[in-house]
């Protein structure tokens, strides 16, 4: 069974569509518009978090109508 990271922009409430397609193998990682910053602090917490839930996939998820995108396309 595979485990997967989510990344995801919290506007878009996907986590309980994602949960209810794929129960018990879902972890979420949010931020806005899914733009975050890959400074060295944050990578190391993923990189705890995808090692300690042993994590083998990583999907970066947005739906059509995200406000912040849109907006930033403007």
Do not use: R, W
């Amino acid at each position: 069974m595979c485990k997967c990271l989510y990344l995801i922009c919290p506007t878009d409430y996907l986590e309980s569509i994602i949960n209810k397609n794929y129960p018990n193998n879902s972890i979420f990682y949010t931020s806005l518009g899914n733009s975050f910053l890959p400074d060295k602090e944050t990578l190391k917490h993923l990189k705890e978090l995808i090692v300690l839930h042993k994590i083998t996939e990583i999907q970066f998820i947005l739906s059509e109508d995200n406000p912040i995108v849109l907006d930033a396309f403007g």
